[in-house]
């Protein structure tokens, strides 16, 4: 199963590639020094492929988790793992990542869906 699960890993992954365009995916990471008591912040880009980002549709938005003005895009499920904080930058716009939701093929992480704000 696992062979067939990474297949279809493989196929989201074309699709977002084929479909979608190049975008940077900045990743956060917060450090807390217990010495100097403060919080150092460091940055990592990394080049992904998303889908065009999408209003959501009316049934989804609630007004307080996800507002109008926020977007989704999708970015493959393979050797990435975004979390909420981190940065995606996609025709020039940057965005914040609000919320990650990974869908699952079986096990494997096919896809991410990123929930994003201006």
Do not use: H, W
């Amino acid at each position: 199963m696992p062979g067939q699960l990474d297949s279809l890993q493989g196929v989201a992954t074309n699709l977002i590639t084929g479909f979608g365009k190049a975008a940077t995916l900045t990743t956060v990471s917060k450090t807390f020094s217990a010495t100097t008591g403060k919080v150092t912040e460091s940055t990592s880009a990394t080049t992904v492929y998303a889908t065009p980002p999408m209003p959501f549709t009316k049934y989804r938005v609630d007004g307080e988790s996800i507002r109008t003005t926020d977007l989704s895009t999708m970015v493959k499920g393979k050797d990435l793992s975004p979390k909420q904080g981190d940065r995606l930058t996609f025709a020039g716009i940057d965005y914040l990542i609000v919320e990650v939701l990974p869908q699952y093929c079986g096990t494997v992480v096919a896809f991410y869906e990123l929930q994003l704000r201006a």
